[in-house]
């Protein structure tokens, strides 16, 4: 679709890729052109309106507000921050040297855990029961 709009927005491109079509058929594309330019000028037209009733919308509101005393903080409009889920619960622990290590399971594994495996012991050994 990029190389269409390349071609329809070069005048000489388009020149080039129209030299085959008759008259007749330029008109046809000329008339087919201005009815989408006329259709999107009414939506241009529509949004423009209601975006003027909105902002004469608000703007009655705020002359509302202003008249109260209230501003937009009193509304309580700051969005709060999306809560963070609950850390995940620890599923594996061991003691070393008096410390007690816990591991969640997930992500890359700790040391002690790691080195305890290496040397024989398993996983399950670490279960918090």
């Known amino acids: 679709m990029n190389d269409f709009l390349e071609i329809l927005t070069h005048?000489?491109?388009?020149?080039a890729a129209v030299k085959e079509l008759s008259v007749e058929e330029l008109k046809e594309v000329a008339v087919?052109?201005?009815?989408?330019i006329v259709e999107r000028e009414q939506l241009e037209e529509e949004l423009k309106k209601a975006n003027a009733e909105r902002d004469a919308e608000?703007?009655?509101?705020?002359?509302?507000?202003?008249?109260?005393?209230?501003?937009?903080?009193?509304?309580?409009?700051?969005?709060?921050?999306?809560k963070k889920r609950?850390?995940?619960?620890?599923?594996?622990?061991?003691?070393?040297?008096?410390?007690?290590?816990q591991w969640t399971g997930q992500g890359r594994m700790p040391t002690v855990f790691k080195n305890e495996i290496d040397n024989g012991r398993k996983i399950e050994d670490f279960l918090i029961k």
Do not use: C, H, N
Not at 32 to 36: F, N, P, S, T
Not at 86 to 98: C, F, L, M, N, S
């Open 58 to 82: 608000i703007e009655k509101i705020r002359q509302q507000m202003e008249a109260i005393g209230l501003s937009v903080e009193d509304l309580g409009a700051v969005k709060a921050a999306p």
């Open 11 to 15: 005048g000489r491109r388009f020149k």
């Open 32 to 36: 087919k052109l201005e009815k989408i």
């Open 86 to 101: 609950a850390p995940r619960p620890p599923k594996y622990e061991i003691t070393v040297d008096g410390q007690l290590v």
